[in-house]
C-alpha cells in the first residue's frame, strides 16, 4: 500500500475511533517501521480534517516530558500534539465521562503568546519575550489505543493523546510567577491523588516550550499568536 494511502487511512480510523469512543489496536503492532515523523504526517492529517469540518487549531501541546509521566505510559521521549478549539471545555462546566475512552488528569501551566515564535535555536528569552501571560490549565489525555499500550509513534498519530482541555481564567504575567517550582495537587472530596511541580518540565516550562518550538521547526510548523500547554506537573 502506498505510504499516503496508508497514513490517510490511519488517520481516518483513529478519526472514527475518536467519534465512537472505541480503542484501537496500537498502530505499531501492525505497522512495522512506524516512526515519530510518520506519525506526526498521520496527526497532521487528522487535524486538517478536522479544520475542514469546521473545527481550527488554536495552538499545540507537549506532553509526557516528566519522567514520571513517561514510566507511567512506557515512553521514553516527550509527545507533543495540535491543540483545536473544539476540545476545549469552560472552566467550572462538568466533563462528560462517556466522551473518552480511559482519561487520566494533567495540571499544566498554558502559555498564550503575543507574537510568534519558532525554532530552530529557540532560547528560553525568546519563549519570554513572546509570552503574552500564562493560565492554569486541566488537560484530560485520553487515548485511541487499547490499554494505554502506545509507543511513541502511536501516541503522536493519537494527537499526542489529546481529549479535552479547561482553561482556568485567571492570567498571570510570566513575572508574576515562579514557574521553576509551582506545586499542584488533582484532588477528590479532599483527597490528595496526585501531586507535583513544574520543575519537573525540563527544569522550567520555558524550557519545555522551547523545546518543542525546535522539534516542531523541521516538520513545517511555526507557533502564531496562540494558547499551548506545557507538559503535566501532575496527573
Do not use: C
Amino acid at each position: 500500500m502506498h505510504i499516503e494511502t496508508r497514513i490517510s487511512n490511519a488517520a481516518a480510523e483513529l478519526a472514527r475511533a475518536r467519534r465512537d469512543v472505541r480503542a484501537l489496536p496500537p498502530l505499531t503492532k501492525g505497522w512495522t517501521g512506524l516512526d515519530a515523523d510518520t506519525a506526526f504526517r498521520i496527526q497532521q492529517q487528522g487535524v486538517a480534517d478536522r479544520v475542514a469540518a469546521g473545527d481550527r487549531v488554536v495552538g499545540y501541546k507537549l506532553g509526557n516530558i516528566a519522567k514520571a509521566m513517561q514510566d507511567a505510559f512506557g515512553l521514553d521521549r516527550p509527545d507533543y500534539g495540535h491543540l483545536l478549539a473544539g476540545t476545549f471545555v469552560p472552566e467550572g462546566l462538568a466533563v462528560d465521562r462517556r466522551n473518552h475512552v480511559e482519561p487520566f488528569v494533567e495540571l499544566e501551566p498554558a502559555f498564550v503568546l503575543k507574537e510568534g515564535l519558532s525554532g530552530p535555536s529557540t532560547t528560553a528569552a525568546d519563549v519570554i519575550s513572546a509570552t503574552a501571560y500564562v493560565l492554569p490549565a486541566i488537560e484530560i489525555i485520553d487515548s485511541r489505543f487499547e490499554n494505554w499500550d502506545i509507543d511513541l509513534p502511536d501516541t503522536l498519530a493519537d494527537n499526542g493523546s489529546t481529549g479535552a482541555v479547561v482553561l482556568g481564567g485567571a492570567p498571570r504575567r510570566l513575572e508574576d510567577v515562579d514557574l521553576r517550582d509551582m506545586h499542584g495537587q488533582v484532588t477528590h472530596d479532599g483527597e490528595v491523588l496526585s501531586e507535583g511541580s513544574t520543575r519537573e518540565i525540563l527544569g522550567n516550562p520555558v524550557s519545555a516550550i522551547a523545546w518543542l518550538a525546535d522539534r516542531l521547526a523541521p516538520l513545517g510548523v511555526e507557533f502564531g499568536v496562540s494558547v499551548r500547554s506545557a507538559s503535566p506537573s501532575a496527573k
